[in-house]
């Protein structure tokens, strides 16, 4: 992996942006980042990268890094320098009196899908099998927990039943919710060069907005915020009619259809087209050009999952798969986009609240005992664990009294963000993890913990097709930095002794190297669905990047290819529809609805891609975007400020003229906090209601009032 050019050295890693997950070539001198390029030999990518890609050297920066420990003598004081011996033994004795005086739930875990999926895995161990906890969930909750637990109950598992090889052979892309146009560009790529090559090919986009995907689409269903669960029932319900659905594949290979039909009964192109606001001709025209299709790929992201009904809104969307049978087969199938680089991590190593590790199941007796077994420890907790809003809600009523936040900044991306910031401020002993010291979050930190970031650390991640890639090395980390996993490791010592718990300490953190921690969980995965248990740094240096599972020591693209799903019978189950409403729909005091979104250049809290002058050459500053009529009915110009208010906050930004944005709609870019002229970013309106079943906030849409703003 490492050839050696004059001075310089190349290492091979992958992208540290989206769930994409593309090849790099790093080229450094051993103390900068002098370059990075796309990697010919990586399967995703073939040498392609987008924006943000190309200019990960110039985003490895010493400003505003973490290099040594720091602590604040008190709440409010500055921040000093310490070392890491005494950061560490003083953050395991806080933890150890507040477990010893309040029970291990009285301390939580938010962790993030930036970590490598071995600093997950220690980061479980901990909370799991030290603390004694599950209060442990990461910022995935807030990207794609809801086809976590659509995938888990229609198909038994979280398991992606697709790959980017299906690009290539799919005669219908079907993108719903998602801009990959900009959120994942190579990935969209393909599609395009599909297209290119088979102008017969279609694309179908559903979006509020005419997005940049949309613009590629050859039928834009630009549907009412919050309804895909109602248009992917009458689609179904069309399928139905016109007999396009395939009942032997039904009756063989699933269960509850009938019960599903009689649902279906009543949610016709007619019935659903108002809620939706597509015309009936429009449903049917969308039904059949699926149905017709040989091979459909259905892609979902953020503005299906983001949602109070996020899960059912995938549920309806697999719906459509599993009726025509068309799943499991090259070029088909329901295919959930993940956010962040190693989201899929999180999800394989069980770091949130809801999974164990190898997606098994906190609740059962049995799992737990499983993973005890491996970890060479009695038990694990049995209470279940608090997912992300619940953590905080609970730190602001002092039921849990300390956090530790690795690589992610909740000060920024959490919803009804007042709420979000009260309860750091109420937290007894808050601990920041994170390669910046200059997020929203660290000024509400007790104890800051550097860590080496993305180019600096050894590791593994997973992107949206399951496809694990090494990550590496280029540059030691600045200062003190360390990598997450020693962090996590050297405090778990500590925290043994402050709780005379040594020996079980040292059981279960005994690791000399990153590949020793992705050895342990690998044998964690074996007799799952993952079943990596074979595989090893040494595969991967010399086959490459690797999917899962790896049974009999190869990648298997396509789950499900035998039809036999993972519910113990081996069919796949129908579910009913949660046909809720928006949890604040618009009225006359709040008459428009604000829709959040992402920018081409843009990466979430912009604590990377904000150091980078030239990727704010597109959108140098926030605006909100508003349709051309709205804007021109109240008198109001190009340029001038606007106070959008919700019935949690209020932001200050100029306005951008957006023919894209239907009326009556807003829409911001969530990526600007502190750097916006307000102070704050779209979270300031957003709200923390979540889907009943996955847990994840709604943050895709809040009802605002806009007014003209005069500044004195
Ligand atoms: Fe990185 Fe995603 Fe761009 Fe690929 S598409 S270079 S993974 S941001």
Redesign the pocket.
């Known amino acids: 992996a490492v050839t050696n050019r004059r001075k310089i050295t190349e290492v091979k890693s992958v ?1 540290c ?2 769930g ?3 090849g790099v070539v790093i080229e450094t001198d051993g103390v900068h980042l002098l370059n990075v390029r796309g990697d010919p030999d990586h399967p995703v ?1 073939r040498g392609q ?2 924006i ?2 190309q200019t990960l050297a110039a985003a490895h920066v010493r400003t505003g890094r973490a290099t040594r420990p720091l602590i604040r003598p008190k709440r409010g004081a500055a921040f000093q320098p310490t070392d890491w011996d005494t950061a560490l033994r003083l953050n395991a004795e806080r933890f150890a009196q507040i477990i010893a005086t309040h029970g291990p739930d009285a301390v939580a875990f938010y962790v993030s899908g930036q970590l490598l999926t071995e600093d997950y895995y220690l980061f479980n161990k901990l909370a799991r099998g030290l603390v004694g906890t599950n209060n442990i969930d990461s910022n995935s909750r807030l990207c794609m927990s809801s086809a976590v637990t659509a995938y888990k109950t229609t198909l038994g598992s979280d398991t992606v039943p697709c790959c980017y090889e299906d690009i290539d052979l799919a005669d219908l892309y079907l993108l719903a919710g998602s801009n990959a146009a900009i959120t ?4 969209f790529r393909r599609i395009e060069v599909a297209k290119n090559r088979h102008p017969e090919r279609q694309i179908l986009v559903i979006d509020p907005r005419r997005s940049e995907t949309a613009a590629y689409a050859d039928l834009h269903l630009a549907i009412q915020p919050g309804t895909d669960t109602f248009l992917f029932a009458a689609m179904l319900h069309v399928l139905v009619w016109e007999r396009l659905i395939d009942e032997a594949f039904i009756a063989t290979h699933t269960e509850g259809f009938e019960a599903l039909r009689r649902e279906l009964a009543e949610l016709t192109p007619g019935a659903v087209s108002p809620i939706c606001g597509l015309s009936p001709e429009t449903i049917v025209d969308a039904a059949r050009r699926f149905g017709n299709a040989q091979a459909p790929l259905s892609f979902w992201c953020q503005g299906l999952n983001q949602s109070i009904h996020g899960t059912s809104n995938g549920v309806a969307l697999i719906h459509l798969h599993l009726a025509t049978g068309k799943i499991g087969r090259p070029g088909m199938g329901p295919f959930s986009l993940t956010g962040q ?1 190693n989201a899929m991590g999180g999800r394989e190593t069980g770091t949130m609240a809801t999974l164990l590790p190898g997606h098994r199941d906190p609740n059962s007796e049995k799992d737990r005992s499983e993973l005890a077994h491996l970890w060479g420890i009695p038990s694990l907790p049995e209470r279940p664990g608090k997912t992300a809003v619940e953590i905080f809600d609970a730190l602001a009523e002092g039921t849990i009294k300390a956090i530790w936040i690795a690589c992610t900044n909740p000060a920024h991306s959490f919803p009804h963000l007042e709420r979000a910031t009260e309860a750091l401020r109420r937290a007894e002993w808050v601990v920041l993890q994170d390669a910046w010291q200059d997020t929203e979050t660290a000024p509400f930190a007790d104890l800051l913990l550097p860590a080496a970031t993305w180019g600096e650390k050894e590791g593994t991640m997973t992107n949206s097709e399951r496809r694990i890639s090494r990550v590496r090395a280029a540059v030691p980390p600045p200062g003190e930095a360390k990598p997450d996993w020693w962090i996590v490791q050297a405090f778990a010592r500590h925290l043994g002794k402050a709780l005379g718990i040594s020996e079980r300490a040292e059981r279960l953190f005994f690791f000399p190297t990153e590949e020793a921690i992705f050895l342990d969980y690998a044998r964690t995965t074996a007799g799952t669905d993952i079943a990596i248990e074979t595989l090893t740094y040494a595969t991967l240096d010399q086959l490459g990047p690797q999917q899962w599972p790896f049974t009999s020591g190869q990648s298997q693209a396509r789950p499900f290819s035998d039809h036999r799903f993972s519910y113990p019978d081996g069919k796949a189950r129908f579910q009913t529809l949660d046909r809720s409403r928006l949890p604040e729909p618009i009225d006359a005091r709040h008459p428009f609805l604000l829709i959040t979104g992402r920018l081409r250049d843009q990466w979430h809290g912009m604590s990377r891609t904000g150091r980078i002058p030239q990727l704010f050459r597109h959108d140098p500053e926030p605006v909100v975007r508003m349709n051309r009529t709205d804007l021109e009915r109240r008198g109001w110009r190009e340029g001038d400020l606007l106070r959008l208010r919700s019935r949690r906050g209020e932001l200050i930004l100029p306005v951008a003229t957006a023919d894209e944005v239907r009326s009556g709609h807003l829409f911001l870019a969530m990526h600007w906090g502190r750097r916006s002229l307000a102070g704050e970013g779209s979270n300031a309106l957003t709200l923390a209601a979540t889907d009943p079943l996955s847990r994840q906030p709604h943050l895709k849409h809040a009802a605002v009032r806009v007014e003209k703003c005069h500044l004195p």
């Open positions: 992208c942006y989206c994409t997950g593309c990518n990268l987008c943000k890609g994942h560009p190579i990935l680089p």
